[in-house]
């Protein structure tokens, strides 16, 4: 469909008439030719531009202070990197100078303050502050309007060429139509609708896009979707909350409407489209960069922890010999991250019967199957010294939801909400459940909740904390 097509409506009226009389602005034309999201869809011209500016700024403050080669670099490093953790270069709706303005001043101001103290306290000549107030003086002063030009080039980008992200709405009631109307109507803040997604859809409205009949996964991949925005519903929340996770997982933008937005404050995490604030939740923990450290990080730990406690895995292994034979090596199958299914090992810590129950059979707290030997690898959790083997190979991480059996991940996911959504990462040797005693047979549902957190939550702070907190739980169990 070429610019300027006739749109129809989910009720087949041209979207030109459906408006007639209603609308004072026109519309942006939706196309309906999608196109896979390719590398070059997922780059934020915008957050690049900023980028660039802040270099071009570094390079003229640089010349305009005559600060030396080392200080220079000093404060480059300094400014972007507290810029970029002060989410300066982050994707936004809202392409607003004046907006962003008191952000960016404080973002710079810290990272010169920071500086300028490590200055004071090297002891280095007054001069060299004086150069560093020069210089951020030149960075704002030059940076400043070309961010406001950047800003204002991204808005006309949007509105002439439909630089936008195709957008679901989940929810067709009254706030849902009338978000995908404002984006409609203003394509300046990036967003293009492609069809809304309710499960009871109200029947007295007529919709600006098509009622899609399709699963929310089957559309992002049809339509090539990048945001999904999650309004209010005649449904109850929890098909909302699936329709978040599922856009989560599918590497989508969410946003999402609150509960009483009309009272809901501006925040580090609030957008706005028009006078509606949407939270925009944090995208998937292996979408980002940080993820990659965490893999590169754990599988290395894994090795160098294989090589150091192979003559304690191998005295372990002598004595499950020792106690009850053959096979020492406890092999199962487990799932792990989009429910692909790996083996995971363990030394055995159970006798061998002449019925193998563990796939649908838990192994509770005084099973009389578990000898001395077994009780004392599970006291100690050597028993899973093994499961390194799994990180190194990219099965598990040291830090995730634990992996449970398939039978068990049917069972449980046909009757608790929520607990396919702890596959979207990698399953882990220790987890938030189990620092918080959720191990072994407790409540699924504490289980499932806690998982989602982490997942919801994720850091490499948080991995260190649960870390931590997993050393603590050993020595406490081994002390009692």
Request: aromatic content about 8%.
């Amino acid at each position: 469909m070429g610019r300027g097509a006739e749109v129809e409506t989910s009720v087949g009226l041209p979207l030109e008439e459906w408006f007639a009389g209603e609308l004072t602005a026109p519309l942006a034309p939706v196309r309906d030719d999608p196109r896979p999201r390719g590398l070059l869809s997922r780059v934020n011209g915008v957050a690049v531009l900023l980028v660039g500016v802040d270099v071009l700024a570094l390079a003229a403050m640089a010349s305009y202070a005559g600060l030396s080669g080392g200080w220079a670099f000093v404060l480059a490093c300094a400014l972007l990197g507290v810029r970029a953790s002060g989410r300066i270069y982050r994707r936004r709706l809202w392409l607003s100078w004046l907006q962003e303005l008191p952000r960016s001043l404080a973002t710079t101001a810290i990272a010169v303050s920071a500086v300028g103290a490590a200055v004071l306290a090297l002891g280095w000549s007054p001069d060299v502050l004086l150069q560093l107030k020069n210089g951020v003086v030149g960075f704002v002063v030059v940076g400043e309007p070309a961010r406001a030009a950047v800003f204002a080039f991204g808005r006309w980008c949007r509105r002439r060429f439909g630089r936008c992200d195709r957008t679901i709405v989940i929810g067709a009631g009254e706030v849902g139509a009338d978000l995908a109307e404002v984006m409609l109507r203003h394509p300046e803040y990036g967003l293009r609708p492609v069809g809304f997604i309710d499960p009871e859809p109200p029947g007295d409205r007529k919709l600006p896009v098509a009622l899609l009949q399709e699963d929310l996964a089957t559309a992002i991949d049809r339509l090539g979707v990048g945001t999904v925005v999650v309004a209010f519903s005649h449904a109850r929340d929890s098909p909302l909350v699936d329709a978040a996770v599922t856009a989560h997982r599918r590497g989508c933008s969410t946003l999402v409407v609150p509960r009483m937005f009309e009272l809901h404050q501006d925040g580090p995490d609030v957008e706005r489209l028009r006078s509606y604030p949407l939270l925009r939740l944090s995208t998937a923990p292996t979408n980002r960069p940080t993820w990659h450290v965490k893999r590169l990080v754990e599988r290395s730990l894994a090795a160098l922890a294989l090589v150091v406690l192979s003559p304690v895995i191998a005295l372990c292994a002598l004595a499950v010999l020792f106690e009850s034979g053959r096979p020492i090596i406890f092999r199962q199958v487990r799932v792990g991250m989009d429910d692909r299914k790996f083996v995971i090992y363990k030394l055995r810590s159970v006798r061998q019967t002449g019925v193998d129950d563990s796939d649908v059979r838990w192994s509770v707290e005084g099973d009389s199957r578990v000898g001395p030997v077994g009780r004392i690898l599970r006291h100690t959790s050597l028993d899973e010294l093994p499961q390194l083997w799994n990180i190194l190979r990219g099965d598990m991480c040291i830090v995730g939801p634990r992996p449970e059996r398939p039978g068990f991940v049917r069972q449980f996911s046909a009757i608790h909400e929520l607990y396919w959504a702890r596959h979207r990462v990698p399953t882990g040797l220790t987890g938030l459940a189990q620092v918080h005693g959720l191990r072994g047979d407790t409540s699924i549902v504490d289980r499932s909740r806690y998982d989602n957190y982490y997942i919801a939550n994720w850091s490499l702070w948080l991995d260190v904390k649960i870390v931590l907190l997993t050393v603590g739980e050993l020595c406490r169990r081994r002390n009692r």
